[in-house]
DNA sequence: CCTTGAACCTGCGGGC
DNA sequence: TGCCCGCAGGTTCAAG
């Protein structure tokens, strides 16, 4: 489900809740995530006091006073929902905690690819799941310089290359798909065969497509929904994902959907060479 | 080292 | 109505 605009969209919506408020209880009612859920996940949560909450990529970190980060990565098919304690708890809510204002944040995830930990700001450094990434796209780092330093020899499809959180963290498929439609390339183009114009028109538009899309809080295509159960709007700007059949939006075409990497990759075949 | 494909899960929509 | 198939916003690991 979440890109880095859906992530970005979830950590705003949860300050207005979470902000200054204090941890009563956490209950871990499915451990099984992509990683197990360690057993002292709430013995390091209980009873401290939310100071920030921010994003790196894809993941969500919640830091505590006391020395903790409570950190999430939401997968395909998590949700942290925000509310109120009357409300019935649903199935794949797998891990709720219990705030000091009556409310309640809740993770829940039908396929459980996403994951939870609890750790102290100096295993966060350590965290190879946060080590391994690369550059956010907002960040200078991330440059057109940089990404065609990444294209040199590489066979890859270039729609694969910016799936890769260690070339730049935070795309996912429909937004590495929607940039390579604004910039005219193929998502089957070869990296390598990319010019050190096409890397920098690529590199340039990924912070501007993602902005956008953060504008128009996110994209809900099926299923993702913010922290107050709210939808994204930027399904209604998408020019090729999930557009297959459909025509092409500036041109009379028809967009086209490939297999490349296990996963579906659109393009529009007269926009994109 | 690099690249590809399968695996991890549940749910939904389409075709028959 | 129900069953089977393919597909889904992500990441990791094994095999070649």
């Known amino acids: 489900m979440p890109e880095l605009p859906e992530v970005e969209t979830v950590c705003r919506s949860l300050r207005p809740h979470l902000l200054g408020r204090r941890i009563l209880r956490v209950e871990v009612r499915q451990p099984r995530l992509r990683a197990p859920v360690a057993p002292d996940l709430p013995a390091r949560l209980e009873g401290r006091t939310i100071t920030a909450i921010h994003r790196r990529a894809k993941y969500i970190l919640i830091d505590l006073d006391g020395d903790a980060v409570w950190l999430f990565h939401l997968g395909m098919s998590g949700k942290l929902i925000c509310a109120g304690k009357g409300k019935e708890r649903r199935k794949h809510d797998h891990i709720v905690a219990a705030l000091d204002d009556g409310g309640e944040l809740r993770y ?81 183009a070869r990296a390598r065969r ?23 809080c996110g994209t809900s295509f099926s299923d993702y929904r913010d922290a107050d159960d709210q939808r994204g709007e930027f399904q209604n700007h998408l020019r090729v994902y999930d557009r297959h059949g459909e025509s092409c939006r500036v041109c009379p075409n028809t967009i086209k959907r490939v297999v490349i990497g296990n996963r579906s990759a659109f393009y529009c075949p007269s926009c994109q060479k």
């Not at 396929?111 to 690369?134: C, H, Q, W």
């Not at 795309?171 to 998502?187: C, D, H, T």
């Open 108 to 188: 829940h995830d039908p396929r459980r690819f996403g994951l939870s930990v609890a750790v102290s700001r100096a295993e966060l450094k350590t965290l190879p799941l946060l080590s391994r990434l690369g550059p956010d796209p907002m960040e200078r780092r991330f440059n057109g310089a940089a990404l065609y330093a990444a294209t040199r020899a590489s066979a890859r499809r270039i729609r694969d290359l910016l799936l890769d959180q260690q070339v730049v963290a935070g795309l996912g498929n429909i937004y590495a798909n929607e940039i390579l439609f604004r910039v005219g390339i193929r998502p089957t």
């Open 194 to 216: 990319l010019t050190r114009r096409q890397a920098a028109a690529i590199a340039a538009m990924t912070p501007k497509l993602l902005r956008d899309a953060i504008r128009w």
